[in-house]
């Protein structure tokens, strides 16, 4: 169906990611459309030609229109507008989202959602310090992953569609994992660094620290500045995953301090080793 | 003395902040020689027309020619050089260093060395995840501070020569703090950062995570390819400060998972944005 630029895709949620994916999609000559809060943004969008049309209002004509429904909205956001607005959809539209957590949301949404509608699920696991369409670009994409999740109520051809747009955004890499491998992996990769940033950031009042830092706090910080609204509701969504992690962080940092307590230098030095072989493997292809 | 260009500068251990130091003093014309103890470095250092001369044996001319002394060596290395060596230091000769803990280090060092030659301690606070003088630069200094750490028994003048001695290097911010201070600060925003990082790294052993990553694991994992000898060392040498670091890291950390095991929304969020308000301030100006 992708390919088939003629088809219409409709952007719900016109930010930072709605914006990217509406500039990497327009250079194939998908008509685009997008429905916003803001006038501003669908304004700037407007002008910058990203998108064909555009609305803040929930413009039946534009949701009637389209082909493929991207929703870039925060999670609970997304499944209100399916609870309140799925009667608008065009029969046969494939919408697709960019939730950062999978479990709570797909089945929700997929229990709920008319049954000549389908939804298959996608985390781009891209994003910025900076929100907002005017701060978008297909760049971020690039050497990034894209993970499609879908269910056992998901169709052969919905599941292959939502991997091409993956591609065509330009992601390097596309996989497929359950909802349920998506959120442990996300909940290690993503939501527990962003608590040990945010932590390390909290932890220490101490005036004047900026004058002495080198590269090593300037990166394991980068993350601290952080949309507390959208982050909280997603370490909550995650919640009994992202606690065992947090469990397991804590117990090896608290094997560290014993060995330096202990002066244990040979088994300092062995889980340096290991860290050092371990982080070669990620390393951007 | 160091603005004076006839002045000769002895780096002893030519690897990648030897190396960087080498390249970022030659552009000013100093007569530079090295001693270190792979003859691979030596050639290169030659070749590459940074040092004037070089050798990896205790060549006394090279030594007790020179006004300035840069030591780049591990920090025990550095003590038992002085302990050994001294002797073959000219009088009225200056000597300083790179090393990433002070207390342990600075007054061990100025309570042995003769009286003719003065040491005033500092701390380049740059690096790579490379070693070697093969991958030295002066580049890394830009943007990046430099710290000197001088003690009651050092004169004015050696130290203005050593904040000086960070200025010709190319570093962006040049200040000065106890051995003290410096050690808690370090603590702080490099080894509880090091820490942190290679505890992410090898907490969870997980096979393919590479495929799912983001950008946020990559950052807070950098470092985590660490030189497993001499940062066990510098643990070591900063241990009681870095324990207490480590503890206050866990308690606020445990006060995240304590909240989120509440679901307490808003303390979550008012941590977030005192952690976003906070990075703000740690931006390179």
Chains 1, 2 share one sequence.
Not at 106 to 121: G, W
Request: overall charge negative; glycine content about 6%; charged content about 25%.
């Amino acid at each position: 169906m992708i390919v088939d630029t003629s088809k219409k895709i409709l952007i719900v949620g016109l930010g930072l990611l709605g914006g990217s994916y509406a500039k990497a999609l327009k250079r194939f000559g998908f008509h685009i459309s997008a429905i916003t809060k803001d006038i501003s943004s669908i304004d700037y969008a407007l002008k910058e030609n990203i998108i064909d049309e555009g609305s803040t209002q929930l413009d039946e004509k534009i949701i009637s229109e389209a082909d493929l429904v991207i929703f870039a909205l925060y999670p609970h956001v997304f499944v209100q507008w399916i609870e309140e607005n799925q009667s608008l959809l065009k029969s046969g539209a494939l919408i697709t989202d960019v939730t950062g957590v999978k479990r709570s949301i797909v089945y929700k949404i997929q229990d709920m959602l008319r049954p000549d509608v389908e939804f298959v699920a996608a985390h781009p696991m891209a994003g910025r310090e900076v929100s907002g369409v005017e701060n978008s670009t297909d760049k971020m994409f690039i050497g990034a992953n894209y993970i499609v999740t879908p269910t056992v109520k998901n169709t052969e051809e919905a599941i292959k569609t939502c991997v091409e747009l993956g591609r065509l955004l330009g992601f390097s890499n596309v996989t497929t994992l359950s909802p349920e491998e998506h959120d442990e992996m996300i909940g290690f990769l993503s939501q527990l660094t962003h608590c040990i940033a945010i932590t390390l950031m909290t932890c220490n009042d101490k005036e004047d620290m900026e004058k002495f830092t080198g590269d090593s706090f300037r990166d394991l910080t980068r993350i601290a500045r952080i949309n507390d609204l959208m982050w909280s509701e997603l370490f909550i969504e995650n919640k009994d995953v992202l606690l065992e992690q947090m469990q397991m962080f804590i117990d090896k940092f608290s094997q560290l301090k014993t060995m330096l307590e202990n002066e244990d230098v040979d088994s300092m030095r062995e889980m340096m080793r290991h860290s050092t072989q371990r982080r070669a493997l990620f390393d951007k292809k």
